[in-house]
């Protein structure tokens, strides 16, 4: 990483220089205090998401993770702190929940092309691509849970996003379309090396195909690679010793390495996160278990 | 055969259906229609503020209609009362307003009755002209909008992620439905204006699989209300305005039996 955060407190979408905020980030979050109704909801938190990097939200209910994916999208304007996108930045959202109305008729094919795109053999090719070849001419009402939210990513996926957002892809669905789902998202990313902000409150299998987990409690109480935050005291302390012990890591067997001394490491070592403040314990944590 | 006011009446009808019933489908997906009966009760105030100052009726309606829609969105935003609360009593008390002005007009005579519930006889050459003119151009006004403004309808942060400018899109939605209702309440009326936008509209629901399928049901049905509340009005010598509306309910009703049984 070039270069060094530049502290700033600015508002307003920032048109400044790569190197301010890293070399391939695609979305840059720093210092940003969000209120609502005079309560803080997120408390100076900083974010990055590079290109072809899967970052994961991980934090209990009310913890600001969904508000810190808004201010992502520029949906929420934060108090202070500072938001930088790359320029013309395209960004695909799947938000947590859409709950499609029965009185709007709607086909899977005219919701896709709400969008905008409306060339009839890309739609079949991104409804192939997230596993829903015949959903087309269905009605979005008779979705089910895990069939709404891969045609909802179909939608966000045809306009070839830079940064793909996915609040909450997994609630609601089981175990198994989760692992799928969990599985998809990471082809998505090798496919199109597409940078991907993940949300989650889960904390089973989170971390199967995430590059970097950021544990958000309205602060940033940790960061790091998944075995680095499984790792951080300030995790159990978060979700208490039970639940956080029962966190399982899934990887895939080409998602990862070992190393001589038999911990599991991503393939891309380079890809690992090494210059977010806040994450010092982590990234100390990183450093031990590698050697 | 017939009168000419009775053509004029279809026409105009028709000219006010063609962009009623498609506004009126985003009524009813958004659930605003309490929000358009305020605006329409709001009219009257509309029409006397407009005649105190000169100023032709149907601007007035439209200028107040997107003052009450301003006020409405602003209040729910800092959510003093519900929603409901909040547009019940705009509605009613704007209503009372706008008797109570007209009233303080004491060198116009207002046909009250023909503004609630609308006098075919009052459409001449001219007003049909208006009617249609204003048509056309809130049509054309949908026609450009529909697609941001469904997005925002379905969900609204993902049309705002997409480029969708959401509050722009709300706010013309809004001018449109304001014009509809200026220019629909020569034709049925301040109280029954918002019915020709949502009865034609659920009528239709059940007969469409896509947004479009179901605002063309709607003009449709709109379009056999009209021209058979018209007739019906001739022949039986009805009010014309609820007589368009008995009949647009009648073709919901036939349509609510024909889902039960299928």
């Known amino acids: 990483m070039q270069g060094k955060l530049v502290a700033m407190t600015m508002v307003e979408e920032q048109e400044a220089g790569e190197e301010d905020v890293g070399v391939g980030a695609l979305v840059a979050v720093e210092d940003v205090v969000v209120d609502f109704a005079g309560d803080r909801v997120l408390d100076h938190v900083g974010l990055t998401v590079s290109v072809g990097e899967i970052v994961t939200l991980i934090g209990r209910n009310g913890s600001g993770k969904t508000t810190l994916a808004r201010t992502v999208l520029g949906l929420v304007k934060p108090k202070s702190g500072r938001v930088w996108r790359r320029r013309g930045l395209c960004i695909g959202y799947v938000p947590q929940a859409l709950a499609p109305d029965p009185i709007l008729p709607m086909t899977a094919s005219r919701f896709l092309t709400l969008g905008g795109t409306a060339d009839p053999e890309r739609l079949n090719d991104v409804l192939d691509e997230v596993g829903m070849p015949d959903v087309a001419d269905r009605q979005i009402v008779g979705l089910s849970g895990g069939e709404l939210r891969r045609v909802m990513l179909a939608r966000a996926l045809l306009r070839d996003p830079e940064l793909l957002v996915l609040d909450e892809p997994m609630s609601g669905i089981d175990v198994s379309g989760q692992v799928a789902l969990y599985k998809l998202i990471g082809e998505i990313r090798d496919r199109h090396r597409c940078g991907v902000l993940l949300i989650s409150h889960d904390l089973h299998l989170v971390m199967a195909e995430t590059d970097q987990v950021v544990c958000l409690d309205r602060h940033v109480c940790c960061r790091g690679t998944p075995e680095v935050v499984v790792a951080d005291p300030a995790f159990h302390t978060l979700f208490g010793p039970t639940l956080g012990d029962a966190v399982a890591i899934y990887r895939h067997e080409h998602d990862h390495r070992h190393t001589e001394a038999g911990a599991v490491a991503p393939l891309d070592e380079g890809r690992e996160d090494t210059g977010h403040p806040g994450s010092s314990a982590g990234v100390a944590a990183a450093e031990t278990s590698r050697s | 055969m017939f009168e000419d006011f009775i053509i004029r009446g279809i026409l105009g009808g028709l000219g006010v259906v063609l962009v009623a019933a498609p506004l009126g489908c985003f009524v009813v997906w958004r659930r605003m229609s309490y929000f358009g009966a305020a605006l329409a009760h709001s009219a009257l105030l509309g ?216």
């Open chain 2, 47 to 262: 029409v006397a503020l407009a005649l105190m100052l000169d100023m032709d009726p149907m601007l007035g309606v439209v200028v107040l209609a997107v003052v009450m829609a301003v006020v409405i969105v602003a209040m729910e935003e800092r959510r003093i009362l519900a929603a409901d609360t909040l547009i019940g009593i705009l509605a009613h008390s704007t209503l009372a307003l706008g008797i109570v002005a007209l009233a303080f007009l004491q060198n116009v005579r207002i046909d009250l009755m023909g503004y609630l519930f609308g006098d075919v006889l009052a459409i001449g050459n001219r007003d049909l002209l208006f009617v249609l003119g204003v048509a056309v151009g809130t049509g054309i006004i949908l026609w450009f909008l529909w697609r941001p403004l469904l997005s925002a309808t379905v969900h609204a942060d993902i049309a705002a992620v997409e480029g969708v400018p959401v509050m722009r899109v709300r706010l013309v939605f809004t001018v449109l439905m304001a014009a509809v209702i200026a220019v629909g309440m020569k034709l049925v009326g301040v109280l029954l204006i918002v019915s020709l936008m949502i009865i034609p509209a659920a009528a239709a629901r059940r007969f469409a699989a896509t947004p479009e399928a179901m605002a063309v049901g709607a003009v449709l049905v709109g379009a056999v209300s009209v021209v058979g509340g018209m007739l019906a009005s001739f022949y039986l010598d009805t009010p014309s305005g609820p007589s368009i509306v008995v009949v647009a309910t009648a073709i919901f009703a036939v349509s609510f039996v024909l889902r039960r049984s299928a």
